[in-house]
């Protein structure tokens, strides 16, 4: 009786789903937060007989006859679908417009890339995001400027008390990949280039394809509140009918023991 | 006697049968791009035994047929996500040889190569597809644009007998050469995945109706045995 351990597969790939739904749940007021979904496949199968095979008649059997193994799960993609985005007025939260990703300056030295971009001045005056981790390439903001200014293009100015023209202290980069859905998630909003993402290419916001930069907006999480509950109630009614499954099995099993009767 | 017995048996053997088939597609209804699979019985007759012997009425399965139909496309807005509307098969091109698939959830390798999950590269006409510059477009006609320009057109082909596709895991199915054609009239889906064709309402009948039939069995060969212990009873008495 395979039923049993297909059906036990197809449990586990719902326990699975369940998790991926869930942590996008946790995350649907996380700013710049990318749903997940998880990947299955078909387990092996076995051949118990062959189509095209001779039959004892000597005739062609049209058809074969397989017996899979289950599902199991072979990868969680993320979702790069643009979040809503939320108006919030304070000067240093950032959105992108389109497509493109914020270099973050990790503690290690790595760069890592992430679409929140509620950023904050640390005791220096560099943007840094709210793990203190530095924009890369970095901006300072001089101690004395009272107002700031971000373009699409990514320029940054700031007005200085006592001067009439603003001053340009530096420019947002950018960057993309070929594959977002490869990058790995770090956890913080971050995500790391990995094979399969392709390799960052930098650029200026609004150009070669990048998005533009909108300020006093942040990007809300893309998950949608809706879409994952229709996942949660398909989830559980799958995970239901595979325990369905392995109740047939067992009481198919039950009588064929029955058969004996002592 | 103990041939109504056998054919019994061959009917609870062919519902258990069924019954390892309907869990392969409901452990599988969330799987993309997979295609549920029907059993045909057929009667066998037991080729052993001189003709006028044979019992007839033995059940056994006579065939097994992958249901191609399509699956629901669910927007994913992943670039690498396609899906093939009516007809076809993706090409992917494993270390076995070429293999087919409707899964159409691909992604990039570090050289630039359009991949399945598995890690097999996806065929273009002129064979893998190779992406540079930065994104990926694929129009309807399953054509494929990178950053840089035109790149390819997607591989789709079309089984001649869909009875003849052999089932391999991994979302993957294979068949005789002879058997595949291109079909450049499909029509391909950017940002789409198509999913699972199987039906969890028809699984749950399906599950009613094996463990029902199952137990009709058992209760028949019940009935004989209990038949056959009068008959000795009688015998003895």
């Known amino acids: 009786m395979r039923a049993l351990w297909t059906a036990a597969t197809g449990m586990q790939a719902q326990q699975l789903t369940l998790d991926v739904i869930s942590n996008n749940l946790a995350n649907v007021q996380t700013a710049g937060f990318k749903r997940s979904r998880v990947d299955f496949q078909d387990l092996v199968y076995e051949m118990l007989q062959a189509p095209g095979a001779s039959s004892a008649q000597g005739q062609e059997i049209p058809a074969g006859f397989q017996v899979g193994h289950g599902s199991r799960a072979v990868a969680t993609q993320r979702l790069f679908i643009k979040g809503d ?26 760069i890592a890339y992430t679409r929140a971009g509620a950023f904050k001045k640390d005791s220096q005056g560099r943007l840094v995001t709210s793990d203190g981790f530095t924009l890369d390439p970095e901006i300072t903001l001089p101690q004395n400027s009272t107002s700031v200014t971000v373009g699409v293009d990514g320029t940054v100015s700031v007005t200085i008390a006592g001067q009439q023209q603003p001053q340009q202290v530096g420019t947002i980069q950018l960057a993309r990949f070929t594959n977002p859905a490869g990058l790995q998630s770090l956890g913080r909003n971050l995500f790391l280039p990995s094979q399969s993402s392709g390799d960052a290419t930098q650029g200026t916001p609004g150009q070669d394809g990048l998005g533009t930069l909108i300020q006093g907006f942040v990007e809300s999480s893309n998950v949608n509140v809706v879409e994952e509950m229709v996942g949660l109630i398909v989830t559980q009614r799958a995970y239901e009918i595979n325990s369905r499954a392995i109740r047939t099995a067992d009481e198919m099993m039950q009588t064929a023991n029955n058969l004996v009767r002592v | ?41 057929s009667e066998v007759l037991a080729n052993r035994l001189p003709t006028s012997e044979r019992p007839g009425g033995l ?17 994913t807005g ?104 291109l079909a450049p009239e499909a029509t391909v889906m950017q940002g789409g995945l198509e999913q699972s064709n199987v039906s969890p309402i028809d699984g749950m009948v399906a599950l009613i109706t094996i463990q029902r039939q199952f137990e009709a069995y058992q209760r028949a060969m019940g009935l004989m045995d209990d038949a056959t212990q009068k008959m000795i009873a009688a015998g003895t008495n």
């Open chain 1, 85 to 110: 985005l939320q108006q919030t007025g304070n000067s240093l939260d950032l959105a992108i417009e389109g497509d493109g990703f914020f270099q973050i300056q990790q503690p290690s030295g790595d």
């Open chain 2, 1 to 41: 006697m103990d041939a109504a017995m056998y054919k019994a048996l061959s009917g609870a053997i062919a519902q258990s049968r069924r019954l390892d088939v309907a869990a392969q597609d409901l452990a599988n209804v969330n799987t993309s791009g997979y295609k549920g699979q029907r059993l045909a019985f």
């Open chain 2, 59 to 75: 059940v056994a399965v006579g065939s097994q047929k992958t249901s191609l139909t399509q699956g629901e496309i669910q927007t």
């Open chain 2, 78 to 181: 992943n670039p690498f996500h396609l899906a093939i509307e009516g007809e076809g098969f993706f090409v992917v091109r494993t270390a076995r040889g070429e293999r087919y698939t409707r899964n159409g959830s691909f992604t990039l390798k570090s050289d630039g190569t359009v991949v399945s999950t598995n890690g097999d590269p996806v065929l273009g006409e002129n064979g893998p597809i190779q992406i540079t510059g930065g994104k990926m477009e694929v129009a309807a006609d399953g054509s494929v644009r990178s950053g840089e320009g035109e790149v390819d057109k997607l591989k789709i082909v079309r089984l001649k007998d869909s009875r003849q596709a052999v089932k391999e895991g991994a979302n993957l199915f294979s068949t005789a050469l002879t058997n595949v054609q």
